[in-house]
């Protein structure tokens, strides 16, 4: 990593409201090039805290842009650190219309040339999409890192029709604790408290909704940049990487939206911008990669960047079974077009007949984060427990190594004598001594198998086809390896499991697993520069005791046949900041099931959050706790939030709710 002291422009920064049509004002910190000249602004826009839980990543970025030219802004979300408002579900219709009143503020300026782009990782790049969708004419680029064009199925909420009990639950649990943090005195004066309690009054869980809305309707259109891909005027520059549940949405933007107007980019990367150093690499300089997009398209300077393959990928080679990869071996690959005239489905018939799938309960204990940050306990282990209890098919690597790149796609013959139940295929890569490593996974609720905007019985006795595609990957597997085809009916605590579930009959007669095989090329070089940001912000992480248990843990009761998953998320831990700030977050996720039992399943989340400036004697506190479980009929959901103003309990309020379980 290079720390970038010197650029071609001095910058400076302040903080300010912009304010809104309905007088609600937004809180934004704007770096800028120090010049008589108008320059392009580069928003982005989310509800993290500017003022302190992005600050040290947006340290790293926006004073970098602006020392290239470049107006470069974070704004947050109203309701959220210390703008104005009330906080509303994740990109709703308000959270959106404020967006793009952003970006005409932005580019009225006189400090701006009238050209905006927008950028982000995750919320921001979800949010950089969706607006771009709505067409501001301000807004001509967008570089969207690890974001999703379909909220309901590349989402954290559902996947294949399934609840994501994972992460359905534990994102539920992390926004309702991070939604219930006060304004900062620092920066907002004396109105905090009250700006605090008025938010606090608005609370409701999102899981709620969530739950409400458990197959693809109208709740979920919304947002979702795949119900109209030709809504995005501005050019997009879509990035992600293997290791992160939004990959996906890569693929189907560069086959989707004006190759004129689009690249993409995918990485070995997890759930982080591929410039931060941070597990599996090998990193990239992200950044310059960036700078060209933004010279292209907002300062029309011919950077080369339109030259570029339509999707640059990396292609791992094999690898052993780890949680952490500092760096993973592999290759970058180009392509002209999407779907690839390179890639060739290649079909592999299964064999021997019918067979029974009904694997344990605890089935998927080993299937790692559905978030990976780069922690070192994130990646799925060994696989061969999981293949243990699973129905596997294998075919041997002859000569020549299977290079694949895209989404390998499943067609499964299946009889079912009761009429919910769940399918899950993994593909792994075993190697000669018989170690197994995930290469890509895909999940269906039979349910959902005619489509994900209905919910249908399975007809009782009888046996059916389904087809399902697995998450995309690109991967190798060598000669004298086995490419292992792993079918399960349940996977916890990823997949909440179906009332009822029995597994179900599998004839592989019929059945196949259809690879995406790309022949080899000698692809020109696919070079980037070193990662280089600009200096860091300063903070401090103490380490305490707390902070050094285990990240996954899990617990056998024998006798029971009880399993436990214990997960710290590891989000930030304790840190001071330069400004005297002590922000602590401690958080933990417990998943609990019984063997046997698919109506045992329950997910619990603990947090507890303390901001404390000891020269200003401010000191709040936040406990949250949330519980999801569920009978035949309903999920059973349970929240609760106190809040501390030094001793003084400010807010506590309960949620207990039965909502229906209609497809999931």
């Known amino acids: 990593m290079q720390i970038r002291t010197e650029f071609p422009y001095e910058t400076t920064h302040e903080d300010l409201y912009i304010p809104l049509s309905d007088g609600t004002q937004l809180y934004a910190r704007i770096w800028r090039p120090v010049t008589d000249e108008p320059v392009p602004a580069l928003l982005e826009y989310l509800p993290y805290r500017l003022s302190d839980w992005t600050a040290p990543r947006d340290r790293q970025r926006h004073p970098w842009?602006?020392?290239?030219?470049?107006?470069?802004?974070?704004?947050?979300?109203?309701?959220?650190?210390?703008?104005?408002?009330?906080?509303?579900?994740?990109?709703?219709?308000?959270?959106?219309?404020?967006?793009?009143?952003?970006?005409?503020?932005?580019?009225?300026?006189?400090?701006?040339?009238?050209?905006?782009?927008?950028?982000?990782?995750?919320?921001?790049?979800?949010?950089?999409?969706?607006?771009?969708?709505?067409?501001?004419?301000?807004?001509?680029?967008?570089?969207?890192?690890?974001?999703?064009?379909?909220?309901?199925?590349?989402?954290?909420?559902?996947?294949?029709?399934?609840?994501?009990?994972?992460?359905?639950?534990?994102?539920?649990?992390?926004?309702?604790?991070?939604?219930?943090?006060?304004?900062?005195?620092?920066?907002?004066?004396?109105?905090?408290?009250?700006?605090?309690?008025?938010?606090?009054?608005?609370?409701?869980?999102?899981?709620?909704?969530?739950?409400?809305h458990q197959t693809r309707d109208d709740y979920w259109k919304h947002g979702s940049v795949c119900e109209d891909y030709g809504a995005i005027k501005a050019s997009v520059l879509a990035v992600g990487g293997w290791h992160d549940p939004y990959r996906d949405t890569v693929l189907r933007l560069v086959e989707h939206l004006d190759p004129a107007k689009v690249r993409g980019l995918i990485g070995p990367w997890s759930h982080q911008y591929p410039d931060r150093g941070l597990p599996p690499g090998p990193a990239i300089g992200f950044l310059q990669e960036t700078l060209r997009w933004w010279d292209q398209h907002l300062k029309n300077k011919d950077t080369g960047v339109m030259n570029e393959p339509l999707l640059r990928s990396w292609i791992s080679g094999s690898h052993r079974p780890a949680t952490v990869y500092e760096t993973l071996p592999g290759r970058w690959v180009g392509d002209a077009q999407w779907p690839s005239e390179n890639v060739v489905p290649v079909a592999y018939a299964l064999q021997g007949g019918p067979q029974i799938v009904r694997s344990p309960q605890q089935t998927g204990l080993d299937a790692g984060r559905f978030f990976p940050f780069g922690n070192d306990a994130d990646l799925p282990p060994d696989q061969r427990d999981e293949d243990a209890k699973s129905v596997c098919?294998?075919?041997?690597?002859?000569?020549?190594?299977?290079?694949?790149?895209?989404?390998?796609?499943?067609?499964?013959?299946?009889?079912?004598?009761?009429?919910?139940?769940?399918?899950?295929?993994?593909?792994?890569?075993?190697?000669?001594?018989?170690?197994?490593?995930?290469?890509?996974?895909?999940?269906?609720?039979?349910?959902?198998?005619?489509?994900?905007?209905?919910?249908?019985?399975?007809?009782?006795?009888?046996?059916?086809?389904?087809?399902?595609?697995?998450?995309?990957?690109?991967?190798?597997?060598?000669?004298?390896?086995?490419?292992?085809?792993?079918?399960?009916?349940?996977?916890?605590?990823?997949?909440?499991?179906?009332?009822?579930?029995?597994?179900?009959?599998?004839?592989?007669?019929?059945?196949?697993?259809?690879?995406?095989?790309?022949?080899?090329?000698?692809?020109?070089?696919?070079?980037?520069?070193?990662?280089?940001?600009?200096e860091p912000l300063g903070v401090v992480f103490p380490v305490t005791l707390d902070e050094q248990r285990p990240e996954r843990v899990v617990v056998r009761d024998v006798a029971k046949g009880e399993w436990r998953l214990d997960v710290d998320p590891r989000y930030g831990g304790t840190r001071v900041y330069p400004d005297g700030l002590e922000f602590t977050e401690e958080a933990v996720e417990t998943y609990t099931i019984r063997e046997d039992d698919p109506l045992s399943a329950g997910a619990r989340s603990d947090w507890r959050i303390r901001l404390h400036r000891p020269e200003m004697s401010w000191d709040v506190r936040i406990e949250s706790r949330s519980e999801t479980s569920a009978d035949e009929d309903d999920f059973i959901t349970s929240n609760e939030v106190v809040c501390k103003d030094g001793d003084e309990i400010v807010f506590h309020r309960t949620w207990e709710k039965r909502i229906p379980r209609t497809a999931g």
């Open 65 to 212: 842009y602006a020392g290239h030219g470049y107006a470069s802004v974070r704004v947050d979300v109203r309701g959220h650190g210390n703008s104005e408002g009330m906080p509303g579900d994740e990109y709703d219709a308000t959270e959106l219309a404020d967006g793009v009143a952003v970006v005409h503020w932005l580019a009225q300026q006189e400090w701006c040339s009238g050209r905006v782009g927008m950028f982000g990782i995750s919320w921001g790049g979800f949010n950089s999409l969706q607006i771009a969708a709505l067409a501001p004419e301000p807004l001509k680029a967008i570089v969207t890192v690890c974001s999703a064009d379909d909220r309901y199925d590349n989402d954290v909420h559902y996947m294949g029709g399934s609840v994501l009990a994972v992460d359905m639950h534990a994102w539920a649990a992390t926004m309702l604790a991070f939604v219930s943090r006060p304004p900062d005195p620092a920066d907002v004066g004396d109105d905090w408290k009250d700006m605090w309690l008025k938010r606090l009054e608005t609370v409701d869980p999102f899981i709620h909704t969530w739950l409400a």
């Open 393 to 534: 098919f294998e075919f041997p690597v002859a000569a020549a190594p299977i290079e694949i790149l895209g989404r390998p796609r499943v067609k499964l013959r299946i009889l079912m004598d009761v009429p919910r139940g769940q399918a899950i295929a993994r593909l792994c890569d075993v190697a000669p001594d018989g170690a197994s490593t995930l290469v890509t996974r895909g999940v269906l609720n039979l349910s959902a198998r005619h489509g994900r905007d209905r919910s249908e019985d399975w007809p009782v006795g009888e046996t059916e086809d389904v087809t399902f595609e697995l998450n995309g990957v690109g991967h190798t597997f060598p000669p004298g390896h086995r490419i292992r085809l792993a079918v399960s009916s349940s996977y916890w605590p990823w997949i909440w499991p179906q009332a009822g579930s029995a597994g179900f009959t599998l004839d592989a007669d019929g059945s196949l697993v259809e690879l995406p095989v790309r022949r080899h090329t000698e692809d020109p070089a696919i070079t980037f520069g070193e990662p280089e940001q600009s």
